[in-house]
């Protein structure tokens, strides 16, 4: 009787285990703490070590992992595990093509109606097939080459959202099933666990792809219990004494019924067109997404349609991968650099085997400062993943074999030594900000801080100095004619003709570019300046609020921060930049060898506009304005134009082409307006 009992509180104590599970991994709303969970868990743990009877292969416990293994099992696929075609053509012809030989295939002819796709997602994990037998689930292999696979029942178990048990009427569930799909890790599950791994000094995972193979074929079960592992089934492998429904939309309905994660980006559609618009939009998706994907899989949705396919060797003909360019790959670092820029910061670059990723060849990859290069350690020689997604900058995402891969084979070469003394000037190079940033201290001594200095001061937002490019200014700093901002106000005609590819021309528009350039605004000339931190929107900003160049050189910290968006550090670093005389002297040689613009009394003093107080954020393309001309308008209403999407916006002007920062806006319930909205917002000045 005691056992009796035993069995009825194991058989409810996993009833509600399940039902937390799916809550947690299914619906995302979890509806007891961990530490509630934890409790029961704990009891049934307890139940079943006394009662060992109790333990059946179902059991929720059964998911943490059982003993270690010494390698893997071989597992003979009873139905092979097939690859699937790639459609390269990252065009909407990619569908066009497929549809095309499908219904060839099919001997359709143009009258016959569209055909029926299931488009879906193709996750960027790993390939795994999962047996249930009499709706429990006892087998659980890898893809490997399609025929055999390995055993990682144990490692799968541990897979919360896999179900142990299908969730169906007794009289319903399949004597034999198997289900077929993706183990793959989402990007904040992995962000978190290698949060948590840092902390306790493991090693880390590269990423998610990896994560999950990695996890998978992890020989000791615990180790893979630990991995915040996921599942989303795609399709089926044998079945027997069950008939799957009609088309591959209701067999994935039917898997959710089971109990299976199935993912919600689907669609089933009409045509090739159809195919294309769901690639084109989920490519949009993609850096959005919760996990990484390759691309999208089409697949032909009558069942029968797909049995009369039937297949080419291992690819069925009824199915193709629509891929999206890679956005990560891997390559050797040729050699690790520093560049000196502008302020002085010296930064670590990774020359690269050139490799191509994301839509470009990538030769180079910052390594941004100092921790980074020492927490990611990469060395000349190392093989590493480079990852650009989007149009950011190419990064390096770590060293193949430090995370757990394989190890390499040839000894490494040593850490990277930063540098002493700068190598453009032999200055000392300090340590800044905790460590993190390596600065020469040479200043203008300097010549890659003084050829810097001028790139930036010419540009074309700062004083847009036709003509004057990097090239150029390295001649004239080389050549002594240029130490400060101010000396390319002096230079004339017959020097610069005396420079090497210079001609008397070019020489005579370079010199009417730089008078013409002193013309300028209050805005741009404190951007021009280079101050620390000072970037075109602080600029703006300060202009606007102070009026006029002395008010903002009397400024003391106090009244600097009272300017929009000024903290503590553009703070200090605008009274670093006034307090040293060099710069005030340069100062004043622009302003005598005529730099001008007009001043006012400031923001302080003027009029309130009807924007005022009101953040904006711009992106997209505008139909009617630039995003400078929108910027303007706002501006002159009293708005603010910031560039990154934070709690304080208000506004989130959006045009088409609209990237992460409406989606970004969109998340934290920003409002949105369009161009016409904005207009109308401007002319009644009410929000
Ligand atoms: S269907 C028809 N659907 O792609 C061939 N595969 O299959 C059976 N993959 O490494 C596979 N997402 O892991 C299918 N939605 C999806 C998929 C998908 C990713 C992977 C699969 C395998 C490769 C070839």
């Not at 019924?257 to 294309?276: D, H, K, M, N, T």
């Not at 003709?497 to 021309?505: D, N, T």
């Not at 003391?556 to 903290?567: I, N, Q, T, W, Y």
Request: include cysteine; charged fraction near 25%; proline fraction near 6%.
């Amino acid at each position: 009787m005691r056992e009796e009992a035993a069995r009825r509180r194991a058989a409810s104590l996993r009833a509600e285990i399940e039902a937390h599970n799916r809550a947690y991994y299914e619906l995302d709303a979890p509806t007891i703490t961990d530490a509630e969970y934890d409790t029961l868990f704990r009891e049934l743990q307890a139940l079943e070590a006394e009662n060992p009877a109790l333990r059946s292969p179902d059991s929720p416990t059964q998911r943490v992992g059982g003993r270690s293994l010494a390698q893997f099992t071989p597992v003979i696929h009873a139905m092979p595990m097939l690859s699937i075609q790639t459609e390269t053509d990252t065009g909407a012809s990619g569908a066009e093509h497929f549809d095309a030989r499908v219904r060839r295939e099919l001997e359709l002819s143009d009258a016959d109606t569209p055909m029926e796709y299931a488009a879906e997602l193709k996750f960027d994990g790993l390939a795994v097939s999962l047996r249930y037998e009499q709706g429990v689930l006892t087998q659980g292999a890898t893809r490997g080459d399609g025929m055999t696979g390995e055993d990682v029942t144990q490692n799968l178990r541990t897979v919360r959202d896999i179900p142990l048990r299908l969730r169906s009427d007794a009289d319903r569930i399949p004597p034999l099933l198997e289900v077929r799909g993706e183990a793959y890790m989402r990007r904040d599950d992995l962000a978190r666990y290698n949060e948590k791994a840092a902390g306790r000094g493991e090693k880390l995972l590269l990423n998610p792809r990896n994560g999950a193979a990695g996890s998978i074929r992890q020989l000791d079960p615990a180790v893979a219990a630990r991995r915040p592992l996921r599942f989303f089934a795609y399709g089926v492998g044998v079945c027997e004494g069950w008939t799957p429904p009609a088309t591959h939309g209701e067999l994935l309905r039917t898997l959710e019924s089971f109990g299976f994660p199935v993912c919600e980006y689907r669609r089933i559609v009409r045509g090739w067109q159809a195919l294309a618009a769901f690639h084109a939009r989920m490519g949009a998706l993609r850096p959005q997404l919760p996990f990484d994907i390759d691309g999208v899989v089409y697949k032909v949705n009558s069942l029968e349609l797909q049995r009369r396919l039937g297949f080419r060797s291992r690819e069925p003909r009824w199915a193709v991968a629509h891929k999206y360019p890679a956005e990560e790959a891997r390559t050797r670092v040729e050699a690790i650099e520093v560049q000196v820029g502008r302020t002085g910061a010296i930064t670590p670059v990774a020359r690269l085997t050139p490799v191509f990723v994301g839509g470009v060849t990538i030769a180079n990859a910052t390594l941004h400062n100092a921790d980074e290069l020492f927490r990611k350690d990469v060395r000349t020689g190392d093989t590493v993943i480079v990852r650009r997604a989007g149009d950011v900058i190419p990064e390096i995402v770590g060293v193949v074999g430090a995370a757990g891969e394989s190890a390499p084979e040839a000894p490494r070469s040593l850490p990277f030594a930063f540098p002493e003394t700068c190598p453009e000037c032999g200055s000392r190079v300090v340590r800044e900000e905790g460590g993190a940033i390596f600065r020469c201290s040479g200043g203008l001594v300097c010549p890659a801080q003084v050829k810097g200095a001028l790139i930036h001061f010419a540009s074309r937002r700062a004083m847009d100095i036709e003509g004057l490019g990097e090239k150029l200014v390295e001649q004239l700093v080389e050549a002594g004619l240029v130490r400060t901002p101010a000396d390319l106000y002096h230079l004339d005609v017959p020097r610069l003709a005396a420079l090497a590819r210079m001609g008397e021309k070019s020489a005579e528009n370079l010199v009417a570019a730089i008078a013409q350039s002193r013309d300028t605004s209050l805005a741009r000339f404190i951007y021009a300046l280079g101050v620390r931190n000072v970037g075109e929107s602080t600029a703006r900003d300060l202009a606007r609020h102070f009026g006029s160049l002395a008010r903002l050189m009397e400024a003391d910290a106090p009244a600097l921060r009272e300017a929009p968006d000024v903290g503590p550090v553009v703070a200090e670093s605008i009274l670093d930049f006034f307090a040293e005389a060099h710069n005030r002297e340069v100062i004043q040689r622009l302003i005598a060898a005529g730099a001008r613009w007009e001043e006012n009394a400031g923001q302080a003093n003027a009029p309130p506009g009807p924007l005022s107080g009101k953040t904006f954020v711009i992106t997209g393309t505008l139909p009617g304005w630039t995003r400078d001309e929108a910027r303007a308008r706002i501006e002159a209403a009293g708005g603010k134009v910031a560039s990154a999407v934070s709690a304080k916006t208000d506004y989130a002007l959006a045009g088409s082409e609209a990237g992460s920062k409406l989606a970004k806006a969109q998340a934290l319930g920003i409002a949105l307006l369009d161009e016409a909205a904005l207009r109308n917002l401007l002319e009644q000045g009410d929000a």
